[in-house]
């Protein structure tokens, strides 16, 4: 069960703590999930398909 877990969820690179989904768009599919200290932001953005991932240094 932790193994499976551990391939659906995403940590924080820094903290290692699970990525929190606050702001979600559902009309435009996007997914904004964030490190609950804000050391990390990773989004899903379906119409160019990709993950955008920012870290703090970038988000300050």
Same mark, same amino acid.
């Given at each position: ?10 940590? =924080? @690179? ?15 599919? +996007?997914?904004? #999930?964030? =490190? @609950? ?15 955008? +991932?920012?870290? #703090?240094?970038?988000?300050?």
């Amino acid at each position: 069960m932790t193994l499976l877990r551990k391939l659906l969820h995403d940590y =924080c @690179p820094s903290c290692k703590q699970p990525l929190i989904t606050k702001k979600s768009n559902v009309f435009s599919a +996007e997914v904004i #999930k964030t =490190c @609950p200290k804000g050391h990390y932001k990773k989004e899903f953005h379906p119409a160019i398909e990709t993950y955008i +991932e920012t870290t #703090k240094s970038e988000i300050s």
